[in-house]
C-alpha cells in the first residue's frame, strides 16, 4: 500500500477531481479490497477502482464495438480474461499451487515432476535430468523438496530460462516440456472460446514467457488452428495504463472506450 500512496502523492492536487484506477497483482480478498478501496477514497476524496493487472490489459485492447476480446497472459504465472458482449470472465489464474498452466513456473515444476519420475522408475537418469540436477545445483534427488519449497515463485521460474537454453541446444525432453505449456495456454483458450458461443474473437498476447520462450508461442497457435479456433491475433501491444485509462473514461460516463 506505501507503493501505490507514494505513487499518488507525486501527481495528486487537492483542487482537481480524480479517479484512481489500479492494477494489482493477485488475488484480494472482497473484504481486504472494500477496506483499501475505502481507506484510498476518504484520504483522497476521489473515485476508487481497485481492479487486477490482467484486468487492466483487458480493457487496453483497441476493439470494435461488440468484438469479443481475449487476453492470454503468459509470464511468472498464467491467466486469462474474456470479455464477450455481455461479460467479463477468466480462465485459469488459480496460483501456481493449484494451477498457473501456460507459465514459466509450471514449466519448471513439470521438469521437476519429470526429473523425479525419472528418478523413481529408471535404472539411470535421462540426459535431460542429469543436466536439469546440474542446473538446479542438486546432487541429492532429495534435495529438490528443499529447492521447491524453500525459495519463492520468481526465484523458480526464473529457472525456465535455463530448460529454454537446454532446448535450444536440441534436448527433445526441454522442447516437449516447452510446447506443452503452449499447448495448455491453448486449451483455456479453447474453454474461453466456447463460453463465448464460438464467435470470432480477437487475442491479444502478454507476458515474456509466452512471447520469448523458444516454443512456447509456435506451439501455441499450431493449437488455437488445430482446436478450429475463429480468431486473429492482435499485434498492437498497448500498455496496461491505458485500460485503467478506459475504465476510468466509461465509470465517468465521458465517451466511449478506446
Known amino acids: 500500500m506505501k507503493n501505490i500512496e507514494e505513487a499518488i502523492n507525486e501527481l495528486y492536487e487537492k483542487e482537481h477531481n480524480y479517479t484512481i484506477v489500479i492494477g494489482a497483482a493477485g488475488d484480494y480478498s472482497n473484504d481486504g479490497k472494500n477496506i483499501f478501496i475505502e481507506y484510498l477514497s476518504n484520504k483522497y476524496k476521489s473515485k476508487v477502482v481497485l481492479e487486477s493487472d490482467g484486468y487492466?490489459?483487458?480493457?487496453s485492447i483497441s476493439r470494435l464495438e461488440n468484438e469479443n476480446v481475449l487476453i492470454v497472459v503468459g509470464g511468472t504465472g498464467s491467466i486469462i480474461y474474456a470479455n464477450d458482449k455481455e461479460r467479463v470472465f477468466r480462465v485459469g489464474g488459480f496460483g501456481h499451487i493449484i494451477g498457473?498452466?501456460?507459465?514459466?513456473?509450471?514449466?519448471?515444476?513439470?521438469a521437476i515432476r519429470y526429473l523425479i519420475n525419472d528418478y523413481e522408475k529408471n535404472a539411470e537418469l535421462s540426459t535431460f535430468s542429469k543436466e536439469f540436477m546440474n542446473l538446479l545445483q542438486i546432487e541429492d534427488?532429495?534435495?529438490?523438496?528443499?529447492?521447491?519449497?524453500?525459495?519463492?515463485?520468481?526465484?523458480?521460474?526464473?529457472?525456465?530460462?535455463?530448460?529454454?537454453?537446454?532446448?535450444?541446444?536440441?534436448?527433445?525432453k526441454a522442447i516437449d516440456l516447452l510446447e506443452n505449456e503452449g499447448k495448455?495456454?491453448?486449451?483455456?483458450?479453447?474453454?474461453?472460446?466456447?463460453?463465448?458461443?464460438n464467435e470470432r474473437i480477437?487475442?491479444?498476447?502478454?507476458?515474456?514467457?509466452?512471447?520469448?520462450?523458444?516454443?512456447?508461442?509456435?506451439?501455441?497457435?499450431?493449437?488455437?488452428?488445430?482446436?478450429?479456433i475463429?480468431?486473429?491475433?492482435?499485434?498492437?501491444?498497448?500498455e496496461p495504463v491505458y485500460g485503467a485509462y478506459n475504465i476510468a473514461i466509461k465509470i465517468n460516463n465521458i465517451g466511449k472506450e478506446n
Open 56 to 59: 487492466l490489459a483487458l480493457n
Open 184 to 197: 495448455l495456454l491453448a486449451e483455456q483458450v479453447y474453454s474461453a472460446y466456447k463460453k463465448m458461443g
Open 141 to 172: 534427488i532429495q534435495d529438490i523438496k528443499s529447492f521447491v519449497y524453500g525459495h519463492s515463485k520468481d526465484y523458480t521460474a526464473g529457472f525456465s530460462k535455463l530448460i529454454s537454453k537446454m532446448a535450444l541446444n536440441g534436448n527433445k
Open 100 to 110: 498457473d498452466e501456460g507459465s514459466a513456473y509450471h514449466l519448471v515444476i513439470e
Open 202 to 228: 480477437k487475442i491479444a498476447l502478454r507476458g515474456g514467457f509466452l512471447k520469448n520462450a523458444p516454443y512456447v508461442k509456435e506451439k501455441f497457435i499450431k493449437e488455437l488452428k488445430e482446436l478450429r
Open 230 to 238: 475463429n480468431y486473429l491475433i492482435d499485434t498492437k501491444e498497448i
